[in-house]
């Protein structure tokens, strides 16, 4: 069978290559049209190299089109990557280091609070831009398969108002999966779970072992194994607060709720620095750093190393190519999907974009019915989607007043920040973020006059209560392996070192 999948963004190669190598795995894949497209020429050109090294090793008769010019390798394709980030690192860097001016200090800051709020500002903009591309030049009734962050809010954008069919896509998720499995002393395989709520804050509402519930023992047996007590504090208060396990990370759960990262004071109490996701100031920021400088310098030695094997036994784990398998061959797969609500989960909002388990064959994607969340999953859940709405509304309308909104709503923001430091913080972010905000030019006039003219609220310079220092090139050299596997990897904490 032949069709096209294009991907948006390929200059990621974390997610670009396992991507493609999972997809080709795929036998009946293997005569498919390939196309990459980045607004970077050089990482594009990395990527592609490297990419074809990969299928002319594995005797594929398949060439990369690869190509500046998004319309071109949109044009006829079925299914869409979209694995952006608007506004690269430079943008990313002002989504954490400028909040920490005003007290709030981010592990990611790619979903929600202060630097998810604006990179869906950025993400939202541009995703409007693609969507009305693939609109005009892509298969009809294509399907995007967005992994770009903030996960929820660009689905709901794409779905709302940019006439794509789309479907959001995370690793979270397995990740927990495996967690679950490992604290119970069982293989990932033998654990039956059912995981409902919004991307990053979804929960395992149900886990079974050979038909035992496991569920109500699952506070015991977190706070029993020896390298979890230390490193997932935050998710087992709220477990032990809320009665279920979240999805996400220590140093993700802990910047999208009011209780844990408030007061520096008390940071300490609920992170570990052994590896960056467990709540490190910026650590996701400092680990991308990392992984683009070295891929930047380090590629030709990449070319020497063995190419991806594409079979079933090195296929990773993304959602994606095993999506595009079920709808085109029609086998079965079972996932976890964001999609929109619709009455899936029933006391969420409709219009919100929910991560659930779906079924995927010729039929197309299939979302059973789960019913309720628990009330107090429900509630957390809630107010994340109060923050994804206004800030959707806010970036499709240009409306600064609703981004405003958004981050007085925004549990972390609001816990630290009183209104007038938050109306200032919002300025000094749309000033700093101007060239990737077009939605916002009067409102950016504005805010660069308040900011000039204005007596304004006294910051500090604040790097954090956790935070370590990105490595340099040569110390990245020390441990070869490590930096590699970090520039390569999609989930950047697939591996977490053992306590």
Not at 434 to 461: C, D, G, N
Request: with cysteine; aromatic share 8%; proline share 4%.
């Amino acid at each position: 069978m032949s069709f096209k999948v294009a991907f948006i963004g390929a200059g990621s190669i974390g997610f670009t290559r396992g991507l493609l190598r999972d997809l080709l795995s795929v036998p009946e894949f293997h005569n498919i049209e390939v196309a990459f497209t980045d607004i970077n020429e050089q990482n594009l050109d990395m990527v592609t190299e490297l990419c074809q090294r990969d299928i002319n090793e594995n005797g594929l008769n398949i060439q990369i089109q690869s190509s500046l010019n998004r319309r071109e390798v949109l044009k006829n394709a079925r299914y869409i990557f979209t694995v952006v980030r608007i506004g690269g690192l430079e943008a990313f860097s002002t989504d954490i280091e400028i909040p920490l001016k005003y007290g709030i200090d981010q592990c990611v800051g790619d979903t929600l609070c202060a630097g998810g709020i604006m990179y869906g500002q950025r993400g939202i903009a541009e995703m409007m831009n693609i969507c009305k591309d693939i609109r005009e030049v892509s298969e009809p009734n294509c399907l995007q398969l967005n992994y770009a962050n903030p996960m929820a809010m660009l689905t709901w954008a794409c779905n709302k108002y940019g006439g794509v069919r789309t479907v959001g896509l995370c690793h979270g998720v397995q990740g927990g999966h495996r967690q679950i499995a490992e604290a119970f002393g069982l293989k990932k395989e033998e654990v039956d779970i059912v995981c409902a709520g919004i991307n990053h804050q979804t929960w395992y509402i149900q886990v079974k072992h050979n038909g035992e519930d496991l569920t109500g023992r699952m506070l015991e047996a977190f706070e029993s194994h020896p390298e979890f007590k230390k490193t997932e504090k935050v998710r087992i208060d709220m477990l032990k607060r809320f009665g279920y396990y979240s999805t996400e990370s220590n140093g993700h759960l802990s910047e999208y709720v009011p209780w844990y990262r408030k007061r520096p004071e008390e940071v300490h109490d609920w992170i570990d620095l052994g590896t960056w996701i467990n709540g490190e100031t910026g650590g996701y920021l400092r680990v991308c750093t990392e992984g683009r400088t070295w891929f930047e310098t380090d590629f030709p030695n990449w070319l020497k190393e063995p190419a991806y094997t594409y079979s079933s036994e090195e296929r990773g784990e993304e959602h994606g190519s095993y999506i595009i398998e079920g709808l085109e061959t029609g086998r079965i797969y079972r996932g976890h999907f964001n999609v929109v609500n619709n009455g899936i989960i029933t006391n969420l909002p409709d219009d919100a974009i929910v991560e659930a388990p779906g079924y995927v064959d010729r039929n197309g994607i299939n979302m059973p019915r789960v019913g309720e969340l628990p009330l107090g999953c429900a509630a957390v859940c809630q107010a994340s989607i109060s923050v994804q709405r206004l800030s959707v509304e806010a970036a499709i309308h240009g409306r600064d007043q609703l981004l405003r909104q958004a981050f007085m709503m925004d549990p972390l923001v609001g816990a630290v920040c009183n209104p007038p430091e938050i109306w200032q913080l919002v300025d000094e972010m749309l000033v700093a973020q101007e060239k990737w905000l077009p939605q916002y030019v009067e409102a950016i006039e504005l805010a660069k006059v308040r900011m000039s003219s204005e007596e304004l609220i006294p910051t500090r310079h604040y790097k954090g209560a956790a935070r370590l220092k990105t490595k340099s090139i040569k110390e990245m050299q020390e441990n070869r392996n490590e930096a590699m596997k970090n520039a390569a990897e999609a989930d950047k904490a697939k591996e977490r070192p053992s306590l």
